[in-house]
């Protein structure tokens, strides 16, 4: 997912809590999804992964499309949360830009490699998805030309359509693997299609 979106990431969030933290997924989720609101009206995509650090408090990384400043994270966040702590609201947050797809693939490795910080505490109750993202996050150039790309899938299917019409029209069995066609039984009856120019 990542990778097919490389180009379009911009920054670094870091979202925790502060003292007293929820020990629920639901309530985490809650907290986050309404945080990715906040993105989403902002027209940002995201991915995020929820770790837990030492203390057993939960926590979130997202990557983002575009750069948000620190002030509003960190007010959105602490309202979201609901905290009442204003050292959390100095510091329960962090937002740092994305300069290379290098720094990109580092910062993503170094997350993964942290499986000590995948395991959620005893008390921790309904984890639920350890990470997830924006819809429609593949933006290649292939499906940036839409027309172009439908119209090539489009004249597949109809090839695809006129082979098996004629291979049933000859008592050809076939089979479809997805990257080509397998003609199986009747090979024989391949050398009477190919003079037919068809």
């Known amino acids: 997912m990542v990778r097919n979106s490389e180009d379009m990431w911009k920054g670094f969030i870091t979202l925790t809590y502060p003292e007293e933290y929820p020990c629920n997924g639901r309530v985490t989720k809650s907290h986050l999804n309404a945080f990715l609101q906040f993105l989403r009206n902002r027209g940002a995509k995201c991915v995020w992964v ?19 400043s620190k002030e509003e994270i960190a007010e959105r966040w602490y309202k979201i949360v609901g905290s009442g702590d204003e050292k959390h609201l100095r510091a329960g947050t962090g937002i740092s830009s994305i300069r290379s797809k290098e720094q990109l693939y580092g910062y993503l490795s170094n997350y993964i490699k942290k499986l000590d910080q995948k395991t959620p505490p005893v008390e921790f109750e309904d984890v639920g998805r350890f990470w997830g993202g924006s819809r429609n996050l593949l933006i290649k150039d292939i499906y940036k030309m839409r027309e172009q790309y439908f119209k090539l899938v489009w004249s597949i299917k109809l090839i695809r359509n006129w082979y098996k019409a004629h291979l049933r029209a000859y008592g050809i069995k076939w089979r479809w693997k997805g990257k080509g066609f397998i003609a199986l039984d009747g090979v024989s009856l391949i050398n009477q299609l190919m003079p037919l120019k068809c």
């Open 50 to 68: 929820l770790e837990f650090q030492a203390r057993g408090a939960p926590h979130y990384h997202l990557i983002v499309s575009d750069f948000v």
